[in-house]
């Protein structure tokens, strides 16, 4: 029977009494889907073709992705090139001219993300694509290249922790085995596979070794032709194994230690109490030595501190044109090759047109600055801005010719990148800009932008807030420092004539105005050399009243030396000083006359104390050749950590006189680096890859230090060695999405032929309090110049990694120690010259 609606509509029997009408649900769904559509029209449209989106730095990078991704870029002018560009360009040419293979279009979109959310819209990016596909008749390709800046994987969480030897679950196999199975029978790739067993097979965090940290580094009072300073007692007990005077290198270990007193902390049964003398710890009421204890040699990616909040950094004020587009990160080769001959066919371009931004450098902007500046803006941050990176794997570089190389991998070009953030590290829209300090003013290295490729005048710059100033920090072959005020465009000033630089926006809108308040000034206390010197200060002992007293860090380790200094007196200095300095740039000299001055002499502090935990690289390379220089580098500094904060950590904490000292209320911390001994037989033919590979160079790890906040400025405690992680490894990364993330994992750390979970350089570039929040700090870093990072670390963190109880960071005891001790003795790399 049909339903009254239909009869109603059809001139059916009339009704003999008058019903209400109703309403078909099959028509309200109708009626709701049109609007729908018509809604995902008009959102996808408005997105697409809006005016005012057209101008935002999206728009730029998405449609740099889509020319260069569809159209071949515009070739310069023969007549203005010369013999050597017509070369590369030929070179350029006849790989484009090559038929691309099937899978190469496909390769460029390898990072596309179609569950991702399509801007700021409710639709997926895979709904976008299928709707441009079906009403502007793109490619599937085409449209997934159109919005790769929108729809970009999260880095993915990296498989170097991957265990293949461990046992998969409670059964027999190993997860290399159950690798191989899945790939077998679920047709998935081996790194898919990995992934999926990760939670089962993760490398252990640390190795297990019966020989005490210190053990291989320590000296013996024993001289010899190549030990003036004492034969390693590592050495010796090799000699011991070697002439049958010993059965296993434990036995060797007790033989040399019960021998010589200064090996007494390789005793394999009783070395480990040492850690609780370090403390002052009654290790009265353990397990008896001879049941044993082992000591964790920790991996780098493991030792690292936990962190909160991580933040990825976009410049936006670098024009889009500057940017590497993601569709061309897998031709880079060709892509230099275009920028190069660009740059030199020109005559008006100083520099080839390619800017990364990294080395975060923040501070929290001073009091009396606030009321200039837009009410959120909470910190104000500085980058190294430069065509020169380590975005791109050695590999993908090979064929680059070498003046290509020079001027864009190896440029002398560093801009100065600034900004204004909020306190939630988010950009303040407006309010950042690129400058150009060193052609401002007019010491830009003799041949820029034609012959010369070297150093950059000024390099790696920072901020620091002293006094409630804020002080720019830069490398020039030294360190040079000058005083900035920052201001917004409605509360512009005049600068004084002579005194004061405005420095002019190269790129950016023109909000925020960057005033030197004097030419950079030069910190001379580490001599004719010497960069990355982080400032500090601490209140004024003699007089209380007075603004604080400002120092420089010359060393950090294994003496700290401190320079109190005046940063905005100099004392002028005569050419005839200046023309001692190594690597001298005339067009600098006017800056480097004018010397800080400074206050009595270098402070030197005791020798540092040893690392708190100890990392894999001494087991794996003992004796007198570390992997690592001993002595550290800036680094950023300083966040305070008091003793209350200290112990907020728990009872895992211990604070003794030798690590703590006496009447300290709280301590200095700091962050350092180091990175591998440049070895001459790199260049060494005859050396295997197989060993360079072993200590690759250019590697960096960080460690913290802690030291008292009075002259001498005696070091109390540091960590051992750790690693900062890539970006975007959880999906929790905050800020803008920098593409640049995705490459970073192009060079990882590697060492002893294992890879870690972090990258080959992760440069520590600040280390500040967070603004309203004393418990929790801030290190900015940037990973393999290539993207910059901010992460929250809380104070009860740095203090675990500082002041741990030994069983939380350098002991373990087994029951069952026999199988791992002869697995650690087999792992121990032998120096060169014993078999």
């Given at each position: 029977?049909?339903?009254?609606?239909?009869?109603?509509?059809s001139?059916g029997?009339?009704?003999k009494?008058?019903?209400?009408?109703?309403?078909s649900?099959?028509?309200?769904?109708g009626?709701?889907?049109?609007?729908?559509?018509?809604?995902?029209?008009?959102?996808?449209?408005?997105?697409?073709?809006s005016?005012?989106?057209?101008?935002?730095?999206?728009?730029?990078?998405?449609?740099?992705?889509?020319?260069?991704?569809?159209?071949?870029p515009?070739?310069?002018?023969?007549?203005?090139?010369?013999?050597?560009?017509?070369?590369?360009?030929?070179?350029?040419?006849?790989?484009?001219?090559?038929?691309?293979p099937?899978?190469?279009?496909?390769?460029?979109?390898?990072?596309?993300?179609?569950?991702?959310?399509?801007?700021?819209?409710?639709?997926?990016?895979?709904?976008?694509?299928?709707?441009?596909?079906?009403?502007?008749?793109?490619?599937?390709?085409?449209?997934?290249?159109?919005?790769?800046?929108?729809?970009?994987?999260?880095?993915?969480?990296?498989?170097?922790?991957?265990?293949?030897?461990?046992?998969?679950?409670?059964?027999?196999?190993?997860?290399?085995?159950?690798?191989?199975?899945?790939v077998?029978?679920?047709?998935?790739?081996?790194?898919?596979?990995?992934?999926?067993?990760?939670?089962?097979?993760?490398?252990?965090?640390?190795?297990l070794?019966?020989?005490?940290?210190?053990?291989?580094?320590?000296?013996?009072?024993?001289?010899?032709?190549?030990?003036?300073?004492?034969?390693?007692?590592?050495?010796?007990?090799?000699?011991?194994?070697?002439?049958?005077?010993?059965?296993?290198?434990?036995?060797?270990?007790?033989?040399?230690?019960?021998?010589?007193?200064?090996?007494?902390?390789?005793?394999p049964?009783?070395?480990?109490?040492n850690?609780?003398?370090?403390?002052?710890?009654?290790?009265?009421?353990?397990?008896?030595?001879?049941?044993?204890?082992?000591?964790?040699?920790?991996?780098?990616?493991?030792?690292?501190p936990?962190?909160?909040?991580?933040?990825?950094?976009?410049?936006s004020?670098?024009?889009?044109?500057?940017?590497?587009?993601?569709?061309?990160?897998?031709?880079?080769?060709?892509?230099l090759?275009?920028?190069?001959?660009?740059?030199?066919?020109?005559?008006?371009?100083?520099?080839?047109e390619?800017f990364?931004?990294?080395?975060?450098?923040?501070?929290?902007?001073?009091?009396?600055?606030?009321?200039?500046?837009?009410?959120?803006?909470?910190?104000?941050?500085?980058?190294?801005?430069?065509?020169?990176?380590?975005?791109?794997?050695r590999s993908?570089?090979?064929?680059?010719?070498?003046?290509?190389?020079?001027?864009?991998?190896?440029?002398?070009?560093?801009?100065?990148?600034?900004?204004?953030?909020?306190?939630h590290?988010?950009?303040?829209?407006?309010?950042?800009?690129?400058?150009?300090?060193?052609?401002?003013?007019?010491?830009?290295?003799?041949?820029?932008?034609?012959?010369?490729?070297?150093?950059?005048?000024?390099?790696d710059?920072?901020?620091?807030?002293?006094?409630?100033?804020?002080?720019?920090?830069?490398n020039?072959?030294v360190?040079?420092?000058?005083?900035?005020d920052?201001?917004?465009?409605?509360?512009?000033?005049?600068?004084?004539?002579?005194?004061?630089?405005?420095?002019?926006?190269?790129?950016?809108?023109?909000?925020l105005?960057?005033?030197?308040?004097?030419?950079?000034?030069?910190?001379?206390?580490?001599?004719?050399?010497?960069?990355?010197?982080?400032?500090?200060?601490?209140?004024?002992?003699t007089?209380?009243?007075?603004?604080?007293?400002?120092?420089?860090?010359?060393?950090i380790?294994p003496?700290?030396?401190?320079?109190?200094?005046?940063?905005?007196?100099?004392?002028?200095?005569?050419?005839?000083?200046?023309?001692?300095?190594?690597?001298?740039?005339?067009?600098?000299?006017?800056?480097?006359?004018?010397?800080?001055?400074?206050?009595?002499?270098?402070?030197k502090?005791?020798?540092?104390?040893?690392?708190?935990?100890?990392?894999?690289?001494?087991?794996?390379?003992?004796?007198?050749?570390?992997?690592?220089?001993?002595?550290?580098?800036?680094?950023?500094?300083?966040?305070?950590l008091?003793r209350?904060?200290?112990?907020?950590?728990?009872?895992?904490?211990?604070?003794?006189?030798?690590s703590?000292?006496?009447n300290?209320?709280?301590?200095?911390?700091?962050v350092?680096?180091?990175?591998?001994?440049?070895?001459r037989w790199?260049?060494?033919k005859?050396?295997?890859?197989?060993?360079?590979?072993?200590?690759?160079?250019?590697?960096?790890?960080?460690?913290?230090?802690?030291f008292?906040?009075?002259?001498?400025?005696?070091?109390?405690?540091?960590s051992?060695?750790?690693?900062?992680?890539?970006?975007?490894?959880?999906?929790?990364?905050?800020?803008?999405?920098?593409?640049?993330?995705?490459?970073?994992?192009?060079?990882?750390?590697?060492?002893?032929?294992?890879?870690?979970?972090?990258?080959?350089?992760?440069?520590?570039?600040?280390?500040?309090?967070?603004?309203?929040?004393?418990?929790?700090?801030?290190?900015?870093?940037?990973?393999?110049?290539?993207?910059?990072?901010?992460?929250?670390?809380?104070?009860?963190?740095?203090?675990?990694?500082?002041?741990?109880?030994?069983?939380?960071?350098?002991?373990?005891?087994?029951?069952?120690?026999?199988?791992?001790i002869?697995?650690?003795?087999?792992?121990?790399?032998?120096?060169?010259?014993?078999?």
């Amino acid at each position: 029977m049909a339903s009254p609606l239909v009869q109603l509509n059809s001139g059916g029997p009339a009704l003999k009494k008058k019903k209400r009408a109703v309403i078909s649900p099959t028509c309200v769904g109708g009626v709701l889907l049109v609007m729908y559509v018509v809604f995902v029209y008009l959102v996808l449209t408005t997105y697409e073709d809006s005016p005012g989106r057209n101008s935002g730095a999206a728009h730029h990078l998405t449609h740099s992705v889509v020319r260069s991704g569809t159209t071949p870029p515009e070739q310069p002018s023969s007549e203005r090139k010369g013999a050597k560009v017509k070369n590369l360009n030929q070179q350029s040419s006849e790989s484009s001219q090559q038929p691309m293979p099937a899978h190469a279009e496909h390769l460029e979109v390898h990072t596309f993300c179609g569950e991702c959310i399509w801007k700021d819209t409710l639709f997926h990016c895979d709904e976008r694509v299928k709707w441009e596909m079906e009403n502007k008749g793109s490619t599937e390709i085409e449209a997934k290249k159109k919005n790769l800046l929108y729809c970009t994987k999260p880095h993915e969480q990296h498989v170097s922790e991957f265990c293949g030897q461990c046992q998969w679950k409670d059964t027999e196999i190993s997860c290399d085995e159950r690798v191989a199975w899945e790939v077998k029978n679920k047709e998935i790739p081996i790194i898919e596979a990995q992934k999926r067993n990760l939670v089962y097979c993760k490398v252990n965090p640390y190795t297990l070794s019966p020989l005490c940290g210190g053990c291989v580094r320590s000296l013996s009072n024993m001289t010899s032709k190549m030990y003036r300073f004492g034969v390693p007692c590592y050495d010796i007990m090799l000699r011991r194994l070697k002439r049958g005077n010993a059965q296993s290198l434990d036995h060797a270990a007790t033989l040399v230690a019960e021998e010589f007193e200064e090996c007494r902390i390789c005793h394999p049964r009783t070395c480990w109490k040492n850690y609780f003398d370090e403390l002052s710890l009654n290790p009265e009421g353990l397990v008896e030595p001879n049941s044993g204890y082992l000591t964790k040699y920790w991996r780098f990616d493991s030792a690292a501190p936990k962190f909160s909040s991580p933040t990825t950094l976009v410049l936006s004020s670098i024009p889009q044109e500057f940017r590497i587009p993601p569709s061309r990160f897998a031709d880079i080769e060709a892509y230099l090759i275009e920028k190069y001959n660009e740059f030199e066919s020109s005559n008006d371009t100083k520099h080839v047109e390619i800017f990364i931004e990294y080395n975060p450098g923040l501070a929290a902007i001073p009091s009396k600055m606030k009321q200039y500046l837009p009410q959120d803006a909470t910190y104000a941050v500085v980058f190294r801005v430069t065509p020169a990176n380590n975005c791109f794997a050695r590999s993908q570089m090979e064929k680059l010719p070498k003046k290509v190389w020079e001027h864009t991998l190896m440029s002398a070009t560093n801009l100065l990148g600034i900004a204004l953030l909020d306190k939630h590290y988010n950009m303040l829209e407006g309010y950042d800009v690129v400058l150009d300090p060193a052609t401002q003013l007019e010491c830009q290295k003799d041949g820029y932008g034609t012959t010369y490729f070297g150093e950059p005048t000024f390099m790696d710059y920072r901020l620091f807030t002293l006094n409630d100033e804020l002080y720019l920090h830069a490398n020039a072959d030294v360190t040079v420092v000058t005083k900035l005020d920052l201001r917004s465009k409605m509360h512009s000033r005049k600068a004084k004539k002579k005194v004061e630089f405005k420095l002019d926006v190269l790129y950016g809108e023109n909000n925020l105005e960057v005033t030197m308040l004097h030419q950079f000034n030069t910190i001379w206390s580490g001599g004719d050399r010497g960069k990355n010197f982080a400032l500090f200060s601490v209140p004024n002992i003699t007089h209380p009243d007075e603004p604080d007293s400002t120092y420089a860090e010359v060393h950090i380790n294994p003496y700290h030396e401190v320079q109190q200094i005046y940063l905005d007196d100099v004392e002028m200095q005569k050419r005839s000083v200046i023309k001692k300095r190594i690597r001298r740039n005339w067009t600098v000299d006017k800056i480097m006359m004018r010397k800080v001055r400074t206050n009595g002499n270098l402070t030197k502090s005791q020798i540092g104390p040893s690392p708190s935990f100890f990392t894999v690289d001494e087991h794996w390379f003992p004796g007198t050749r570390p992997a690592f220089r001993e002595k550290g580098h800036g680094g950023a500094c300083c966040v305070s950590l008091s003793r209350e904060e200290a112990l907020a950590g728990g009872d895992r904490i211990v604070l003794s006189e030798n690590s703590w000292g006496e009447n300290n209320d709280y301590l200095l911390v700091g962050v350092a680096h180091t990175s591998v001994i440049w070895r001459r037989w790199y260049s060494d033919k005859n050396i295997p890859d197989s060993e360079k590979a072993k200590v690759p160079h250019t590697h960096y790890v960080s460690f913290f230090y802690a030291f008292e906040p009075r002259p001498p400025f005696n070091l109390r405690a540091r960590s051992g060695y750790f690693c900062l992680g890539f970006a975007g490894e959880d999906g929790t990364e905050g800020g803008m999405f920098n593409p640049h993330s995705t490459l970073t994992a192009n060079r990882k750390l590697s060492q002893h032929n294992e890879t870690f979970s972090c990258p080959q350089i992760h440069f520590v570039s600040s280390f500040i309090e967070k603004v309203g929040d004393a418990s929790t700090s801030i290190i900015g870093y940037g990973i393999n110049d290539c993207t910059p990072r901010l992460v929250e670390v809380e104070k009860t963190e740095i203090a675990r990694l500082l002041f741990s109880h030994p069983f939380e960071m350098k002991m373990e005891s087994t029951p069952s120690q026999d199988a791992k001790i002869m697995g650690a003795i087999s792992q121990m790399e032998l120096p060169m010259g014993y078999a």
